[in-house]
């Protein structure tokens, strides 16, 4: 028998088994992305970080749960290396790296919330792939709550990690004007996460955190109110073309530049509240600049939270250009200084983050 072929050229079953293979690996991956969010929304790994190990019953009866479900949700776990299990008792168990991807929310490796996202991104599927069609888009407003407390999640631990021990370092002499005293505006917000990072290290200085989504300003408020920095943060709805204020010695942006949908009017804009000699820092999910230098795995995850995430935002507001969480240095730099900005510097990175300082 011929083996078979595609588009008339034959199939090399080697690598058709290996790719089977990888495609097996990753089906199994994504049946467990909704069970990690079951297992934090449970307290499941909570559970077993603080107590394991467990045999199923017991960790059914401490989280009251029930047995059958757990049986199954743990055997799920250890066999994508999530959970431990130990054959000779029957118990399964958390080790410390798994607790700090799974159960620690301040570990800088904690990626449930990405996981969380991922679940809510699910329920504007059908919109999404219409929008395929017509071009149209699905902003962060219309995204469902999920999106919105997983994105806050995702990013929170890199922002308490580095902010203010690395990123604030970087930039030119901003440092020192924080600690006197300075005008600083953090436009797209959300739940307030950055801003209250920033309002609990530098108390002399004065916040206004921006968003266009009113019900996540809302939940800043109170996220502000229980870490004790609300006196320090005003809070206001407007998009980044029309906030108020001028002569902010600091402007911030973290992810949410590349959502934008006329980032070239929202450059223009942040440079006229800028004072003469302030200065803009863009946070942007790390990238390169070619295609080919992004085909990785923290780029393949950026991708695909962009197609179903960031460039339906920037279709909804317009998307004149439509820059996706992919965008890199060199085509940031391009509608930032197509905004008015003179000089743009990469001030540092992380492995999921570019940090960008731009000036008049």
Same mark, same amino acid.
């Given at each position: 028998?011929?083996?078979?072929?595609?588009?008339?050229?034959?199939?090399?079953?080697?690598?058709?088994?290996?790719?089977?293979?990888?495609?097996?690996?990753?089906?199994?991956?994504?049946?467990?992305?909704?069970?990690?969010?079951?297992?934090?929304?449970?307290?499941?790994?909570?559970?077993?970080?603080?107590? /394991?190990?467990?045999? *199923?019953?017991?960790?059914?009866?401490?989280?009251?749960?029930?047995?059958?479900?757990?049986?199954?949700?743990?055997?799920? &776990?250890?066999? &994508?290396?999530?959970?431990?299990?130990?054959?000779?008792?029957?118990?399964?168990?958390? #080790? *410390?790296?798994?607790?700090?991807?799974?159960?620690?929310? $301040?570990?800088?490796?904690?990626?449930?919330?990405?996981?969380? /996202?991922?679940?809510?991104?699910?329920?504007?599927?059908?919109?999404?792939?219409?929008?395929?069609?017509?071009?149209?888009?699905? &902003?962060?407003?219309?995204?469902?709550?999920?999106?919105?407390?997983? #994105?806050?999640?995702?990013?929170?631990?890199?922002?308490?990690?580095?902010?203010?021990?690395?990123?604030?370092?970087?930039?030119?002499?901003?440092? #020192?004007?924080?600690?006197?005293?300075?005008?600083?505006? $953090?436009?797209?917000?959300?739940? /307030?996460?950055?801003?209250?990072?920033?309002?609990?290290?530098?108390?002399?200085?004065?916040?206004?955190?921006?968003?266009?989504?009113?019900?996540?300003?809302?939940?800043?408020?109170?996220?502000?109110?229980?870490?004790?920095?609300?006196?320090?943060?005003?809070?206001?709805?407007?998009?980044?073309?029309?906030?108020?204020?001028?002569?902010? $010695?600091?402007?911030?942006?973290?992810?949410?530049?590349? $959502?934008?949908?006329?980032?070239?009017? %929202?450059?223009?804009?942040?440079?006229?509240?800028?004072?003469?000699?302030?200065?803009?820092?863009?946070?942007?999910?790390?990238?390169?600049?070619?295609?080919?230098?992004?085909?990785?795995?923290?780029?393949?995850?950026?991708?695909?939270?962009?197609?179903?995430?960031?460039?339906?935002?920037?279709?909804?507001?317009? &998307?004149? *250009?439509?820059?996706?969480?992919?965008? /890199?240095?060199?085509?940031?730099?391009?509608?930032?200084?197509?905004?008015?900005?003179?000089?743009?510097?990469?001030? #540092?990175?992380?492995?999921?983050?570019? %940090?960008?300082?731009?000036? *008049?």
């Amino acid at each position: 028998m011929a083996p078979p072929t595609t588009a008339d050229a034959p199939v090399d079953e080697e690598k058709l088994d290996e790719l089977v293979g990888m495609a097996v690996n990753e089906l199994g991956a994504a049946y467990y992305a909704p069970l990690i969010v079951i297992g934090d929304k449970l307290g499941l790994y909570e559970a077993l970080a603080d107590g /394991g190990p467990f045999l *199923p019953v017991e960790l059914a009866e401490r989280t009251d749960t029930v047995e059958p479900y757990v049986n199954e949700w743990l055997a799920a &776990g250890a066999a &994508g290396g999530y959970v431990t299990y130990d054959p000779e008792t029957g118990r399964y168990s958390l #080790t *410390p790296e798994q607790a700090a991807l799974l159960a620690d929310e $301040d570990s800088p490796a904690f990626l449930v919330g990405g996981y969380q /996202g991922l679940i809510g991104y699910q329920k504007t599927l059908s919109k999404i792939e219409a929008d395929f069609r017509t071009g149209d888009g699905v &902003g962060w407003n219309e995204q469902d709550e999920d999106v919105c407390h997983g #994105t806050e999640r995702f990013y929170r631990p890199g922002y308490e990690t580095n902010l203010v021990g690395e990123w604030i370092p970087a930039l030119d002499g901003i440092e #020192t004007r924080l600690r006197d005293g300075a005008r600083v505006a $953090d436009v797209g917000c959300g739940h /307030g996460a950055s801003t209250i990072v920033m309002a609990e290290a530098y108390p002399d200085s004065e916040f206004v955190a921006i968003d266009y989504h009113d019900h996540s300003v809302e939940v800043a408020r109170e996220r502000a109110e229980e870490a004790g920095v609300a006196d320090r943060i005003r809070f206001e709805v407007a998009t980044a073309k029309e906030y108020h204020g001028t002569d902010y $010695d600091l402007v911030m942006m973290f992810d949410a530049y590349h $959502d934008m949908g006329d980032p070239v009017g %929202v450059a223009s804009y942040v440079r006229e509240t800028l004072a003469g000699d302030g200065a803009w820092m863009v946070v942007e999910p790390f990238a390169n600049d070619r295609i080919e230098d992004n085909l990785n795995p923290v780029g393949r995850a950026f991708y695909c939270a962009s197609t179903m995430a960031c460039v339906p935002n920037s279709l909804d507001q317009g &998307g004149d *250009p439509v820059l996706g969480a992919q965008g /890199g240095e060199a085509r940031l730099r391009e509608v930032i200084t197509e905004g008015g900005f003179s000089r743009l510097r990469r001030a #540092t990175e992380t492995p999921f983050n570019l %940090v960008l300082e731009a000036k *008049p």
